[in-house]
């Protein structure tokens, strides 16, 4: 059974840093699009970053310039290193992964809680 398992959320003073971890058991680990996504209490879930085999990456615009996703092929773990966190980043944060040859071959994680607040 594939599991992806988030870390690194927790408890942040606006304005500070994070990174979160996601943790795969996926083989072939390198060719799956990797991506990170947030929900926020009573919001839907919202994309915010992807990266795909290749290390080509796409950004929210809500994130874009604060957020930067990278993996680590060698680990089957992708990061998402957040900066200038703000009060509206609060969520729970969730790790998804998708292969490039089928849409039903798609992952996801628990998620973990990021809290932005003074």
């Known amino acids: 059974q594939v599991q992806l398992v988030e870390s690194g959320g927790g408890l942040v003073q606006p304005g500070g840093s994070l990174r979160l971890s996601c943790a795969s058991s996926?083989?072939?680990?390198?060719?799956?699009?990797m991506g990170w996504y947030r929900q926020a209490p009573g919001k839907q879930r919202e994309f915010l970053a992807h990266?795909?085999?290749?290390?080509?990456?796409n950004y929210a615009d809500s994130v874009e310039g604060r957020f930067t996703i990278y993996r680590d092929n060698n680990r089957d773990t992708v990061y998402l290193r957040m900066s200038s966190l703000a009060p509206e980043d609060t969520a729970v944060y969730y790790c998804?992964?998708?292969?490039?040859?089928?849409?039903?071959?798609?992952?996801w994680g628990q998620g973990t809680q990021v809290t932005v607040c003074s």
């Open positions: 998804n992964a998708r292969s490039p040859y089928s849409s039903q071959d798609e992952y």
């Open positions: 996926l083989m072939l680990f390198s060719i799956y699009t």
């Open positions: 990266i795909t085999s290749g290390g080509d990456t």
